[in-house]
């Protein structure tokens, strides 16, 4: 007989709900789910500013869970919702300062910053590799398109 958590989160699995629940649900809801699986969560600079003691969370806990941000210098989905209601000139959108890999870090997460692919791939396979968190931000060109 299935438990009631064991549905819950083949439910969230199969239908990647953990996405809704961002940076803290990448450090609790999969990992009580499969301990054993390699867990990556993938956001946006702009997205980690929710919830971003989830890096507190997974370094306090040495939860081995890797942290992907795509940094586009700029509050993209906000920039789309804005368009999307004819707003003009809403502020606060665009992020050309914001650094996850420092921020990241000084909560104790082992950090680093890729700029090419090679650099991508070498930095994420060792990160997920890692019995620790980690964190990979690589720059992206900036624009959202959906639809």
Known sequence: MTTVREA????LRERGMTTIFGNPGSTELPMLAEPDRPLV???GEGSAQYA???FWTAAAYGLPVTFLVLNNS???ILKWFAGLE???GAPGL????LDCAAVAQS??????RAGSRDELHTAL???IEAAEPRLVEVAVQPGMSIG
């Open 94 to 97: 665009d992020l050309p300062a």
């Open 86 to 88: 004819s707003v003009e």
């Open 125 to 127: 396979s060792g990160a």
């Open 41 to 43: 969560c993938v956001l």
């Open 74 to 76: 700029e509050y993209s």
């Open 8 to 11: 819950t989160f083949q439910m």
């Open 52 to 54: 971003i003691t989830g």
């Open 107 to 112: 909560y104790g997460v082992r950090s680093e």
